[in-house]
């Protein structure tokens, strides 16, 4: 426990602490017992009502309403906790029953391999133009979906910004004096750390269609990098680099883009037009038609969403 | 003509790409562009229909250059069209009828957030609608859970955080459970497409392979999706999300987004699972046991209120039992009935917390019947709006309640005796009960003015008037033209097998 809490002294770390260093000042007789909190504890008519004065009837209907409330809470919760156990178990035995009547696990006869695979694994790489299968289907064969995955993302980061973010636009003052110390091994570690990590990100997002990775893994690699860097250095060095400006700027550019282009690209598709994205040649860093530009925005989005969630939880601002 | 074909899907990516543009705009250009681009997916939603209608049968579109089971898919059919243009149309109304209360519950910095979250909901609604992959319908699923999170949590105070936390553990535990049932049915089917998945079923049926599994994935999907719409056990966290968001968020939350999973619910049924399979596992008994319960305890929750809110809201626990009512039948008429009352109650509930919203601003902002005395004369359209919205949901002739309800009846004498009864005598109590809060209600709105207050006028909204006179519109035309449309349900739940 750290020491912020005020009561850290009572804590188990702390006496043990104590223990080790020789502090500890052994009591004589046993701790007193926390008596429990009466407050909550009262379903005794008299009792409760001992402790006001009643003035006019409105008064004691509302204490009577008071009163009747306490003792049903106190009684529901019993009732709760335990139908939630029974409730609970009986889930649980009936899912584990389902599980035992599945198809079973890596079996060649299962009907998950069926011709969806096999055309993914097959054709994947020639309808797509992607080495990695797996760019291939959640960015081409079902592209859809796929933005649905970063409208959650946009609209996830909408809700923390409106939860947690302070509407004051001046900064508190001393606001980082308290938020960030400088430690020196941070800051030697990250200078070191950080440009690999961000270069790292960029490569698993550009190479996306090639090899392993994508969008949103190498969008949370870069995410993780700008973390590092706003921990090492804090935020006002940050701030040069990542405002909320250019926060809104590029989640806006990656999301339009996303979904312009996947229009173009949905609505020649339907209406069985010709689609002037060239397929390129497999391998080749330029190839793969969208994916390549789609992996961009999607890491673009990733690693915002990444480095705004924690710029708001540490001090509500982006 | 044969263009007509492509409005579904520039509904769902206008509406995307929209909220990504909105999130640089100002407040005041975010509300205009907003509303126009609900408009323009109320307009194209309806030459969807148009077209649908004309070619008389549903089509598949490709989303991307690859056939179906490979890559995504959409499916327009007549009922999809009917209710995308219906949800649009109410979500017109409602964003329009709630602005000026959005910009005052909003903080300045925040309001551009409202309008992406509507925007967001608008194509994860339109989404689920036309989807013929359930994997698709799961991704909106995530989206519409969030944006409703959103909409509620985005007045900055107490109640709405805990109703929008409350909202959120109900919510998840429902998205869950619908993906714990969606890895199932893909693990026995090797599919996710809506109609291979029907295929592998009907033959794993035939061969009798897998049957206790489908029954376990059939209830965790049916129950993750009756939480999600809040059918009445389930529906704990329904008055406070309802009750304390600011009234545009209420609308869209008691109107279209519980609609939009029980519409999905209906496609599962009817496009991936079967109806008679669905009719072997027997989950339309527990949907009508839980939807009776609902329409009678929603009701009795109701009269206690004494928030106009949350009234209201409790009362959508009853609506929610109707529907679960109707599917439980298990009849053709039964789907029938609920389908147009899932028409009448998004457009009625909708027009009533609008309009409620309207009838507390004349009255210091207070919720409270006591407070809203008199409400109503002074803001009449409110008043109005209010009436007829709560005739509708009693069920009063020529607005939209009554033929629902005359649906319900009508497609339980086709179902089995003991079920003719219980809906018999559970539509008349529920009804009686309907008849108590809201006769209340407006009787409590329309009570004499104090002389002090006679004197204060009010400013005229003409947002607020336009919207309670769609709604209004809407309602009449549902309650008097509804041999058409019931004909083109028909049609449309025709094309779903």
Same mark, same amino acid.
């Given at each position: 426990?750290?020491?912020?809490?005020?009561?850290?002294?009572?804590?188990?770390?702390?006496?043990?602490?104590?223990?080790?260093?020789?502090?500890?000042?052994?009591?004589?007789?046993?701790?007193?017992?926390?008596?429990?909190?009466?407050?909550?504890?009262?379903?005794?008519?008299?009792?409760?009502?001992?402790?006001?004065?009643?003035?006019?009837?409105?008064?004691?209907?509302?204490?009577?309403?008071?009163?009747?409330?306490?003792?049903?809470?106190?009684?529901?919760?019993?009732?709760?906790?335990?139908?939630?156990?029974?409730?609970?178990?009986?889930?649980?035995?009936?899912?584990?029953?389902?599980?035992?009547?599945?198809?079973?696990?890596?079996?060649?006869?299962?009907?998950?391999?069926?011709?969806?695979?096999?055309?993914?694994?097959?054709?994947?790489?020639?309808?797509?133009?992607?080495?990695?299968?797996?760019?291939?289907?959640?960015?081409?064969?079902?592209?859809?979906?796929?933005?649905?995955?970063?409208?959650?993302?946009?609209?996830?980061?909408?809700?923390?910004?409106?939860?947690?973010?302070?509407?004051?636009?001046?900064?508190?003052?001393?606001?980082?004096?308290?938020?960030?110390?400088?430690?020196?091994?941070?800051?030697?570690?990250?200078?070191?750390?950080?440009?690999?990590?961000?270069?790292?990100?960029?490569?698993?997002?550009?190479?996306?269609?090639?090899?392993?990775?994508?969008?949103?893994?190498?969008?949370?690699?870069?995410?993780?990098?700008?973390?590092?860097?706003?921990?090492?250095?804090?935020?006002?060095?940050?701030?040069?680099?990542?405002?909320?400006?250019?926060?809104?700027?590029?989640?806006?550019?990656?999301?339009?883009?996303?979904?312009?282009?996947?229009?173009?690209?949905?609505?020649?598709?339907?209406?069985?037009?010709?689609?002037?994205?060239?397929?390129?040649?497999?391998?080749?860093?330029?190839?793969?038609?969208?994916?390549?530009?789609?992996?961009?925005?999607?890491?673009?989005?990733?690693?915002?969403?990444?480095?705004?969630?924690?710029?708001?939880?540490?001090?509500?601002?982006? | 003509?044969?263009?007509?074909?492509?409005?579904?899907?520039?509904?769902?990516?206008?509406?995307?790409?929209?909220?990504?543009?909105?999130?640089?705009?100002?407040?005041?250009?975010?509300?205009?562009?907003?509303?126009?681009?609900?408009?323009?997916?109320?307009?194209?939603?309806?030459?969807?229909?148009?077209?649908?209608?004309?070619?008389?049968?549903?089509?598949?579109?490709?989303?991307?250059?690859?056939?179906?089971?490979?890559?995504?898919?959409?499916?327009?059919?007549?009922?999809?069209?009917?209710?995308?243009?219906?949800?649009?149309?109410?979500?017109?109304?409602?964003?329009?009828?709630?602005?000026?209360?959005?910009?005052?519950?909003?903080?300045?910095?925040?309001?551009?957030?409202?309008?992406?979250?509507?925007?967001?909901?608008?194509?994860?609604?339109?989404?689920?609608?036309?989807?013929?992959?359930?994997?698709?319908?799961?991704?909106?699923? &995530?989206?519409?859970?969030?944006?409703?999170?959103?909409?509620?949590?985005?007045?900055?105070?107490?109640?709405?955080?805990?109703?929008?936390?409350?909202?959120?553990?109900?919510?998840?535990?429902?998205?869950?459970?619908?993906?714990?049932?969606?890895?199932?049915?893909?693990?026995?089917?090797?599919?996710?497409?809506?109609?291979?998945?029907?295929?592998?079923? &009907?033959?794993?049926?035939?061969?009798?392979?897998?049957?206790?599994?489908?029954?376990?994935?059939?209830?965790?999907?049916?129950?993750?999706?009756?939480?999600?719409?809040?059918?009445?056990?389930?529906?704990?966290?329904?008055?406070?999300?309802?009750?304390?968001?600011?009234?545009?968020?209420?609308?869209?939350?008691?109107?279209?987004?519980?609609?939009?999973?029980?519409?999905?619910?209906?496609?599962?049924?009817?496009?991936?699972?079967?109806?008679?399979?669905?009719?072997?596992?027997?989950?339309?008994?527990?949907?009508?046991?839980?939807?009776?319960?609902?329409?009678?305890?929603?009701?009795?929750?109701?009269?206690?209120?004494?928030?106009?809110?949350?009234?209201?809201?409790?009362?959508?626990?009853?609506?929610?039992?109707?529907?679960?009512?109707?599917?439980?039948?298990?009849?053709?008429?039964?789907?029938?009935?609920?389908?147009?009352?899932?028409?009448?109650?998004?457009?009625?509930?909708?027009?009533?917390?609008?309009?409620?919203?309207?009838?507390?601003?004349?009255?210091?902002?207070?919720?409270?019947?006591?407070?809203?005395?008199?409400?109503?004369?002074?803001?009449?359209?409110?008043?109005?709006?209010?009436?007829?919205?709560?005739?509708?949901?009693?069920?009063?002739?020529?607005?939209?309640?009554?033929?629902?309800?005359?649906?319900?009846?009508?497609?339980?004498?086709?179902?089995?005796?003991?079920?003719?009864?219980?809906?018999?005598?559970?539509?008349?109590?529920?009804?009686?009960?309907?008849?108590?809060?809201?006769?209340?209600?407006?009787?409590?709105?329309?009570?004499?003015?104090?002389?002090?207050?006679?004197?204060?006028?009010?400013?005229?909204?003409?947002?607020?008037?336009?919207?309670?006179?769609?709604?209004?519109?809407?309602?009449?035309?549902?309650?008097?033209?509804?041999?058409?449309?019931?004909?083109?349900?028909?049609?449309?739940?025709?094309?779903?097998?």
């Amino acid at each position: 426990m750290s020491k912020l809490k005020e009561n850290y002294k009572d804590s188990a770390s702390q006496k043990f602490s104590d223990f080790m260093t020789g502090d500890l000042e052994i009591p004589d007789s046993p701790p007193a017992r926390k008596k429990p909190d009466k407050q909550d504890k009262i379903v005794d008519a008299d009792e409760f009502f001992s402790e006001f004065t009643i003035s006019d009837d409105i008064q004691r209907r509302e204490l009577y309403q008071a009163f009747r409330h306490r003792r049903f809470v106190k009684h529901a919760s019993k009732l709760y906790s335990i139908m939630s156990a029974v409730i609970g178990l009986i889930i649980i035995v009936i899912l584990l029953i389902t599980v035992a009547y599945l198809p079973k696990f890596g079996n060649k006869s299962n009907p998950d391999n069926n011709i969806v695979s096999q055309r993914y694994i097959e054709n994947g790489l020639e309808e797509t133009g992607a080495v990695n299968i797996v760019s291939g289907m959640i960015l081409d064969y079902r592209a859809f979906d796929t933005f649905g995955e970063s409208n959650v993302l946009f609209i996830a980061c909408c809700c923390v910004l409106i939860l947690l973010r302070n509407d004051d636009d001046e900064p508190k003052p001393d606001e980082d004096v308290i938020d960030f110390k400088r430690d020196i091994i941070l800051e030697k570690a990250a200078k070191f750390l950080v440009p690999v990590i961000l270069v790292f990100g960029i490569y698993v997002v550009l190479n996306g269609h090639l090899s392993p990775g994508g969008g949103f893994s190498g969008g949370a690699i870069m995410g993780a990098g700008l973390i590092l860097f706003a921990n090492a250095y804090g935020f006002e060095r940050m701030e040069r680099l990542f405002s909320y400006g250019t926060f809104k700027k590029i989640t806006f550019g990656a999301l339009l883009f996303y979904g312009l282009a996947k229009s173009y690209s949905f609505f020649t598709g339907a209406n069985h037009l010709h689609s002037i994205i060239p397929l390129g040649t497999p391998g080749a860093i330029l190839s793969s038609g969208l994916i390549l530009y789609l992996n961009i925005c999607v890491g673009l989005v990733v690693a915002c969403t990444m480095y705004g969630f924690f710029a708001l939880f540490k001090r509500g601002r982006i | 003509m044969e263009f007509l074909r492509n409005m579904p899907f520039f509904c769902i990516i206008l509406s995307m790409v929209s909220a990504v543009i909105i999130s640089i705009m100002s407040d005041k250009a975010a509300r205009v562009f907003s509303l126009i681009v609900i408009g323009a997916v109320g307009i194209m939603s309806s030459l969807t229909l148009i077209y649908v209608v004309s070619i008389g049968e549903s089509y598949t579109y490709y989303m991307g250059h690859f056939p179906a089971p490979w890559g995504n898919e959409i499916r327009v059919g007549i009922l999809e069209a009917m209710t995308a243009t219906l949800f649009s149309i109410v979500m017109f109304a409602s964003v329009l009828g709630g602005m000026k209360r959005v910009f005052i519950d909003v903080a300045p910095k925040k309001r551009n957030f409202y309008y992406i979250m509507v925007d967001l909901l608008l194509a994860a609604l339109l989404a689920m609608i036309y989807t013929n992959d359930l994997f698709t319908g799961y991704v909106f699923i &995530e989206i519409m859970t969030i944006s409703a999170c959103a909409l509620i949590m985005i007045k900055d105070n107490g109640h709405c955080l805990v109703a929008a936390a409350k909202y959120m553990i109900m919510s998840l535990i429902g998205s869950g459970l619908i993906l714990l049932g969606l890895s199932m049915l893909y693990d026995l089917t090797g599919h996710l497409l809506m109609s291979n998945i029907k295929e592998a079923i &009907e033959l794993n049926e035939a061969s009798g392979l897998y049957q206790l599994p489908l029954t376990v994935t059939v209830g965790v999907l049916c129950v993750g999706i009756a939480i999600k719409s809040a059918l009445f056990p389930f529906h704990s966290w329904l008055p406070d999300a309802y009750g304390y968001s600011t009234a545009t968020s209420s609308a869209l939350l008691s109107s279209l987004i519980s609609k939009g999973y029980i519409f999905l619910l209906i496609k599962i049924m009817y496009r991936v699972i079967g109806m008679d399979v669905i009719r072997e596992t027997r989950i339309g008994n527990v949907f009508f046991v839980f939807g009776v319960v609902g329409m009678i305890m929603g009701s009795v929750r109701a009269i206690a209120q004494t928030d106009v809110r949350q009234m209201i809201a409790y009362s959508s626990v009853a609506q929610i039992g109707y529907i679960y009512m109707g599917m439980g039948l298990g009849t053709e008429l039964g789907m029938l009935a609920a389908i147009f009352h899932i028409f009448a109650h998004s457009s009625a509930k909708s027009m009533m917390f609008i309009s409620a919203d309207g009838l507390s601003y004349v009255s210091d902002d207070s919720k409270e019947f006591d407070d809203l005395g008199g409400s109503a004369i002074k803001n009449p359209i409110a008043g109005i709006t209010f009436t007829v919205g709560a005739c509708s949901m009693i069920g009063i002739p020529m607005l939209a309640g009554f033929i629902a309800k005359v649906c319900f009846a009508d497609a339980a004498i086709n179902a089995s005796t003991i079920k003719l009864v219980i809906v018999m005598l559970a539509l008349a109590f529920s009804t009686l009960l309907n008849a108590v809060y809201f006769m209340r209600a407006i009787i409590s709105v329309y009570r004499p003015i104090k002389e002090e207050d006679q004197m204060k006028i009010y400013p005229r909204n003409p947002k607020f008037i336009v919207a309670c006179l769609i709604f209004i519109g809407l309602n009449i035309y549902l309650g008097t033209n509804a041999q058409p449309i019931l004909d083109l349900i028909l049609e449309g739940i025709g094309m779903f097998a």
